[in-house]
Every structure is written in C-alpha cells, then in structure tokens.
C-alpha cells in the first residue's frame, strides 16, 4: 500500500514561522537584559566605596546581592547589596534610581 502524502498547509507554516521568529528575538533580548544585569553584581568579598545617601564615603565588603521587590512598583525588581561595612554594620545598598 502506498504511503499517502501530505502537504504543510501554507498558512500554518507561516504562522510557525512567525513564532519561530518572535521567540528568537526575545530570547536575545533576554540573553542581552542577563548581560547587563551581571553588570550591576558584585562576588562576595569585593571591596566597595559608597557614594551617596547616609554611608557615602562609607567603604565596606559585599557580602551578598540582594533582588527585592519594590514597594511603589511590585511588578518590578530593585537590585542592590548586603555590604558589610569597616564599622561592623551591615548595611543594604540598592544600585540605581
């Protein structure tokens, strides 16, 4: 007995297409959005300076990163460290605005 051949139905090959492609760009836009987060991390025990708000001037240890919820926007994420400072106190720096 013959095999029966079927063709792909046109309209659905391109929408899979269509999908194909859309997946592709956001998963470069998010390989790109991991890249420059890891901008913003630091390893624990590196050594860092604080330039604004009550420490500035302050110099301490990271001892963690830190990536909380914020409270005007519980949507979005804030990112920042633990820093151990010279002092003994153990202060929460949040990177950004």
């Not at 269509?18 to 390893?43: C, G």
Request: charged share 35%.
């Amino acid at each position: 007995m013959a095999k029966e051949t079927t063709h792909r139905d046109p309209i659905r090959r391109a929408e899979r297409i269509e999908r194909r492609s859309k997946k592709r760009v956001e998963t470069a836009m998010r390989k790109k959005l991991v890249k420059t987060m890891k901008t913003w991390m630091r390893r624990r025990g590196d050594r860092v300076k604080i330039t604004s708000g009550k420490y500035a001037g302050h110099t301490g240890t990271v001892e963690s990163n830190v990536y909380e919820r914020t409270v005007d926007w519980p949507d979005e994420y804030n990112n920042g460290h633990h820093i151990m400072l010279e002092t003994g106190e153990l202060v929460t720096v949040w990177w950004g605005g």
